[in-house]
């Protein structure tokens, strides 16, 4: 059974299942959501729980079977904690796990938690994720984009009994908090709670929230590339200027820059080859956000556009390896910067509204 996480309240309101398996990559949300079940479980009785962290090829599986048809001595319930950090179990654990959901069946002795990062696809359709989806209910958390970054904000602070002044000043202020912490939600949380340290219930204003909410954004370079093709040309300034000031690799970054140009280009070339657009952006494996903003920008990038833009890709990449290059900047960064804007400015005509991309 596959759950929302804005439903694990109502679903643990209604009664406990006998397993649930969390996978995601964001800590915050997937610890609030472990807590969340281990509370509703040590309020049905389940007071003893044991914790298993799969270390590698040599982790014991068969302490985990053990554990999940043991009986505590001085408790009728237990939580049997199952984490997974590398999320691949191998054949055994693989095995292991669809006993382990067997076993969990029809019995109210033990339940089980298991934790897991984000998974691809091909893992989701492994056997062992199978059984576990099938006997158990399963939470995808993801992490909170930019776009969703706002309301998030606004939805934590009305918890605490805060809002943001109404109108233009209470967006202004939604956007600046969303600015300081984009891509640090453990820090965003901490921001929060700080506000109601500081202040009481009630409004709060763009002066307050500027006084006090620290920068601790953290910027992911892949989200570098969506900020691009979104025309988000001040976003992509501040992520450029936070990965060089945390010490990014400009390969690293020019290698996220140059992956768009290419894939843009052999989508505009699949188009003049007569393969329709749906069909070249699953062959290029381009999925998710980043299909709906190739869909947007491929109509403002000719095909003259495209070849420009990798032949300045090229050139960056030279300078990023020290090389040296008429009329491009000598510093990596800048160039970085100028080949960034290249590519955001005709990314930027498009103007139809795209749910997931915020403007800049």
């Not at 109502?10 to 964001?26: F, I, K, N, P, Q």
């Not at 079977?65 to 505590?72: K, N, P, Y």
């Not at 280009?265 to 393969?275: E, F, H, Q, S, T």
């Not at 970085?336 to 749910?355: D, F, K, N, S, V």
Request: charged fraction near 20%; charge should be neutral.
């Amino acid at each position: 059974m596959q759950l929302a996480p804005d439903q694990l309240a109502a679903h643990l309101a209604r009664g406990l299942g006998s397993l649930y398996v969390l996978y995601g990559d964001e800590p915050l949300l997937m610890q609030e959501a472990a807590d969340a079940i281990r509370q509703a479980a040590r309020a049905q009785g389940y007071t003893e729980r044991s914790v298993h962290t799969v270390s590698g090829a040599s982790f014991d599986w068969s302490a985990v079977l053990a554990a999940s048809g043991a009986m505590s001595l001085f408790a009728d319930r237990q939580i049997l904690e199952l984490r997974m950090p590398g999320g691949k179990p191998g054949k055994d654990g693989g095995q292991a796990l669809v006993q382990l959901s067997q076993s969990l069946q029809g019995q109210d002795a033990t339940l089980g938690l298991v934790l897991l990062p984000a998974l691809d696809k091909a893992t989701r359709a492994a056997a062992w994720f199978t059984a576990l989806q099938a006997g158990g209910v399963c939470l995808q958390i993801e992490s909170i984009d930019r776009a969703g970054l706002p309301r998030w904000i606004a939805q934590r602070l009305a918890l605490q009994g805060q809002r943001m002044a109404a109108g233009e000043s209470g967006q202004q202020a939604l956007t600046f908090f969303a600015d300081r912490v984009e891509g640090n939600l453990l820090a965003a949380h901490q921001e929060i709670q700080k506000l109601a340290l500081l202040y009481p219930a009630g409004e709060l204003s763009l002066q307050q929230v500027e006084s006090a909410v620290l920068n601790v954004a953290r910027y992911d370079v892949f989200k570098l590339s969506e900020a691009v093709l979104a025309g988000q040309a001040l976003r992509v300034q501040r992520m450029l200027d936070g990965l060089r000031a945390e010490g990014e690799s400009q390969v690293l970054v020019h290698w996220a820059l140059a992956e768009e140009i290419r894939n843009l280009k052999r989508v505009k070339d699949a188009i003049a080859d007569g393969r329709p657009l749906p069909l070249a952006l699953r062959e290029n494996r381009v999925w998710g956000l980043k299909e709906r903003l190739f869909e947007r920008v491929l109509p403002h990038l000719p095909a003259g556009t495209l070849a420009h833009l990798l032949d300045a890709a090229h050139k960056v990449d030279g300078i990023c390896k020290g090389l040296r290059h008429p009329d491009w900047p000598s510093d990596s960064w800048q160039a970085l910067h100028r080949l960034a804007m290249q590519l955001c400015e005709p990314c930027a005509a498009g103007t139809r509204p795209l749910r997931g991309a915020r403007p800049a």
